[in-house]
């Protein structure tokens, strides 16, 4: 009895699967979304969120079944940071700056914690979470005197001449948002994605002051300038020593973006066949 009970359980468990999946709703979607940025790093050591950036990108997807599917976000993104926004002593006396455009590549999973359908009344809401892999292009800079310096080619941290840091990085990309219908074609997501990315130089600060001797030998006086921009004390003393201390080279950086999309429904609702009886 109790094997039969057993079976009786799992069979209707299968076909409850199974008719969850045979309407599903498979197919293609796209949109654009428009939001914010913002970094975490050197710079921004507090987690302070007052210095966002302007994002927006595309958004490709495919839907396997009504919680499962597959997209790409192909995205830019502006940071930011200044020392002098902190409240922490020695960043304010550090006083360094950057921002930098990021272009991203973002394949990731995506599930629907609920039967999401389209044009749906009951079945048209839906919080998601995803996981992926970013690939991104990012170039730090500066303003100084009212000109645009780029901070790479400096080696503001005595890195030598063709032995500068990567301008291409990966991230580990997690986030989630919810999903709502408007009608059977348009969608709105709301989405939120954190990146810890591979990279330590986004504000291009990872860890000591350089030599300047050699820097200025090798980069020239700009580069000197801009890797001690810190305020002097009342003994006109900055804290630029060689070797001290200019970031944190135990952690990476990150950042986030965070945006409303506006989704198009290409697919169609799969039902299953009609089964007629034969006479």
Not at 70 to 90: C, E, M, P, Y
């Amino acid at each position: 009895m109790e094997v039969v009970k057993k079976n009786i359980g799992i069979l209707v468990f299968l076909i409850a699967i199974s008719t969850q999946f045979a309407y599903s709703q498979k197919g293609m979607e796209a949109g654009l979304w428009l939001g914010g940025a913002h970094y975490f790093g050197d710079l921004n050591n507090l987690y302070r969120i007052n210095e966002p950036g302007l994002a927006g990108g595309a958004t490709v997807r495919y839907n396997f079944n009504h919680r499962l599917s597959v997209r790409g976000q192909l995205n830019l993104a502006r940071i930011r940071a200044h020392d002098t926004k902190s409240t922490n002593a020695f960043d304010l006396r550090r006083n360094l700056s950057f921002y930098s455009n990021i272009i991203e590549f973002a394949p990731a999973m995506e599930i629907n914690f609920f039967h999401y359908k389209h044009g749906s009344k009951e079945k048209g809401v839906s919080p998601y979470l995803y996981g992926g892999y970013s690939f991104f292009y990012f170039n730090p800079k500066t303003k100084y005197n009212g000109e645009t310096i780029e901070l790479r080619p400096l080696g503001t941290e005595g890195q030598l001449v063709g032995q500068e840091y990567y301008s291409i990085a990966g991230a580990w990309l997690v986030g989630g948002g919810v999903k709502f219908d408007l009608n059977y074609r348009w969608s709105i997501n709301v989405d939120l994605g954190y990146r810890f990315t591979s990279t330590d130089y986004l504000d291009d600060v990872h860890s000591i002051y350089p030599d300047y001797s050699e820097l200025r030998s090798s980069r020239g006086d700009m580069a000197v300038l801009l890797a001690d921009r810190s305020l002097p004390d009342s003994n006109n003393s900055k804290i630029g020593i060689e070797g001290t201390q200019r970031g944190d080279s135990r952690d990476k950086d990150a950042y986030i973006t965070a945006g409303v999309n506006l989704i198009y429904f290409f697919g169609r609702l799969n039902c299953p066949p009609l089964s007629i009886p034969r006479e």
